[in-house]
């Protein structure tokens, strides 16, 4: 098993990913491989992958941005993608565990996530990498802004 964070000429083994990990019904319009170049080469996105074999097995999505607050930087722990063959083996939280180490280099002082109340595994990931709860209620709201464009 390997993980390691993509960079911008991986944008190909990125795309392949995403066609493997994310189900059809969800995948809405497939970015473009320039899109996900330019993505990938944004200091401040960390898309991490797990290869199985050379078979990519889960991702994980995150994202850099200044705390207002303070002088830190903090992390947004976007999205975490296990294929469903590849669960419960450790994957999520290995990605996790990358993801901290390379915020550490990066000197983030912390990273945020959250999830439904009704994803175990998830929470499951989240405690057993050290993450601390801080709330038990979780409501998301979406502003669609490319509506009517």
């Known amino acids: 098993m390997e993980i390691r964070r993509l960079q911008e000429n991986d944008h190909e083994l990125l795309a392949s990913a995403l066609w493997l990990l994310i189900p059809e019904s969800e995948r809405g319009s497939v970015a473009s491989h ?16 797990c290869l199985v074999d050379s078979t ?69 990931a989240f405690e057993i990498t050290g993450a601390r709860k801080v709330r038990e209620t979780y409501i998301e709201y979406i502003y669609d802004l490319d509506e009517g464009a």
């Open 34 to 49: 320039a899109y996900l170049k330019q993505a990938l080469g944004c200091k401040n996105c960390y898309f991490l992958l």
């Open 56 to 124: 990519p097995v889960g991702y994980l999505s995150a994202f850099r941005f200044p705390a207002v607050e303070n002088t830190s930087f903090q992390v947004y722990l976007y999205d975490i993608v296990v294929d469903a063959r590849f669960r419960r083996k450790g994957i999520g939280t290995r990605m996790i565990e990358e993801l901290k180490k390379c915020c550490i280099e990066d000197q983030v002082s912390r990273i945020w996530v959250g999830t439904s109340l009704d994803n175990e595994a998830a929470k499951r």
